[in-house]
């Protein structure tokens, strides 16, 4: 339990410095837990296109003062570094 702790922090921590290099990403929220809130410059494009690759984000659009904001929770390394590149695509279109 606890080295699975311990690798969900990493990757967070990890995910949390890649993020913001993103052109996609607007803002990164700190966060204590096992996902990220980000925000997004199109995030219902982002939405779509990581969801028809099999990459499931929560939309948070419709809770109040979360708009453009996308919900992503920590998985393993290779899952972090998945939507990594799928968010890079993103960012060179």
Not at 44 to 57: A, E, Y
Not at 60 to 73: D, E, T, V
């Amino acid at each position: 339990m606890r080295q699975h702790v311990a690798e969900l922090n990493a990757n967070r921590a990890w995910l949390f410095e890649q993020l913001p290099q993103l052109s996609v990403v607007q803002q990164v929220f700190p966060s204590e837990t096992n996902y990220i809130l980000a925000r997004f410059t199109d995030s219902p494009k982002v939405f779509k296109t990581l969801w028809d690759q099999g990459i499931i984000l929560r939309d948070q659009n419709k809770n109040p003062g979360l708009a453009g904001c996308l919900r992503i929770s920590i998985g393993t390394r290779k899952e972090c570094e998945r939507l990594i590149a799928a968010l890079q695509a993103l960012s060179v279109e």
